[in-house]
């Protein structure tokens, strides 16, 4: 049977590299199996069909709408506009702006491509305004948009947590300190890379306009941009104290969070007419039905793998080789950023979760930190060629070539993200703080 399986492994992921279709990959691995492995497909199929239809997994369309209603509701550019007016008008200030307003609008929407869709059109071409690089604005946004999936509510942790059966509130919680110190170090080497390119403080402070008393008008435009603001700071309020005060599920608080940003753009901003909706229902439709295709594929794909204890056979493999727990998840690790490198997190989740699983708790680590490890992994291969569905969107949106955004896309990898990654494989309190704090 295991030779079976890592022909099918081979199978899928060279359907993957040729660019096959996400559904059509795992649709073909999973006839391979059916077919070689004996396995029964109705009673499969039934199986999947009952997973498919669990409340948990409607928590994931809803962010997606949630996320195409902030891109056109009006409400991103409110928010960049307050937090700047936060931030100050320091040149530099701009790039820890778009961290900023990437990292909230993950807590709103649970998604990597909500930042890129809602931030970038507004900010790249005010980064260039100030003197970067069309390639190092496109980067930038491009690398803080996967603050989407480590700030909560998070999209692929409701998937682990639904394909794992591990608490989804505790799995929200591992991966708040590596979000926070991802934005913490990416803000500091903007800042860093700001001195080097547009000059030092010093210069960029005489730049500045001298400091007058704010004029009654300006106050009052200042005051109407943070009123403006304050829906969509409500939002993350609304969402996170709702899940953790015990008031709604991550489903419901899914719900709640889409009919708060219609009501928003329909009724307080005013910016979601006909036209727009069309456009958002159409959208939203489209992304969900190919991602709903493709999780039962691959869903289907994973549980022929555990009905063929797959994951018991590879855990007598690993103990044979080390008692290790550091080996074990260096070898993971390696494992899951190459695997994040060809497919998108949700599926990399769904496809190596179940795998995974009980070989990590063989060796005494936690689900749900286990949970932080694999979205920290997965989400760099969001950013990390050949695959990089992020880094790639974010270049269409940023109109730029690939050539210009990969100097500075590594530059935040090696410096900012991949500590974190470090810190989050071998150091556990920094996933399990909180997740322990909330009895988890």
């Known amino acids: ?169 505790g799995s929200f919680l591992s991966t708040v300190g590596p979000g926070i110190l991802v934005m913490i170090l990416f803000s500091i080497i903007n800042i860093v890379y700001s001195r080097k390119t547009l000059g030092t403080f010093e210069e960029t402070a005489s730049a500045l306009e001298p400091k007058v008393e704010m004029d009654p008008a300006e106050k009052k435009k200042n005051l109407k941009v943070i009123i403006g603001a304050i829906p969509g700071f409500l939002m993350p309020i609304i969402i996170l104290g709702g899940i953790y005060g015990g008031v709604f599920t991550p489903t419901e608080a899914a719900a709640v969070a889409g009919v708060f940003a219609l009501f928003i753009g329909i009724a307080v901003y005013r910016e979601m007419g006909r036209v727009k909706l069309y456009k958002v229902f159409k959208e939203s439709s489209s992304s969900i039905g190919a991602i709903m295709a493709m999780i039962l594929f691959c869903l289907l794909l994973a549980q022929t793998y555990v009905q063929l204890r797959i994951p018991q056979q590879l855990i007598e493999i690993f103990m044979g080789i080390t008692e290790s727990k550091v080996v074990i998840l260096i070898l993971i690790s390696i494992f899951l950023f190459f695997v994040g490198m060809i497919v998108n997190d949700t599926t990399a989740i769904i496809l190596c979760a179940p795998l995974l699983l009980p070989l990590v708790v063989s060796y005494g680590i936690d689900p749900i930190h286990f949970a932080s490890i694999m979205c920290v992994n997965l989400a760099m291969g969001g950013v990390t060629p050949p695959y990089a569905s992020v880094l790639y969107f974010g270049m269409r949106v940023g109109k730029a070539n690939f050539s210009e955004v990969l100097k500075p896309t590594f530059m935040f990898i090696l410096l900012g993200y991949l500590p974190v990654l470090l810190l989050t494989v071998f150091w556990e309190p920094l996933s399990m703080f909180l997740p322990r704090l909330f009895g988890y």
């Open 1 to 169: 049977m295991l030779s079976i399986f890592a022909l099918d492994i081979l199978l899928l992921f060279a359907l993957l590299l040729i660019g096959t279709p996400l559904p059509y990959c795992f649709g073909a691995a999973l006839i391979f199996m059916v077919i070689f492995a004996g396995i029964p497909i109705n009673s499969l199929m039934l199986w999947g069909f009952n997973q498919m239809i669990g409340p948990v997994l409607l928590a994931g369309p809803l962010f997606i709408l949630v996320g195409s209603v902030i891109a056109e509701s009006g409400i991103a550019p409110r928010l960049l506009n307050a937090i700047n007016l936060l931030i100050g008008k320091v040149k530099g200030a701009i790039g820890v702006l778009v961290i900023v307003a990437c990292g909230l609008l993950g807590a709103i929407s649970g998604s990597s491509f909500t930042g890129i869709a809602a931030v970038g059109p507004i900010m790249i071409p005010q980064m260039m305004a100030q003197g970067f690089s069309r390639g190092y604005a496109t980067s930038l946004v491009s690398v803080s948009s996967i603050l989407g999936v480590l700030i909560p509510p998070s999209v692929p942790l409701i998937i682990y947590g639904w394909v794992t059966g591990t608490s989804v509130l």
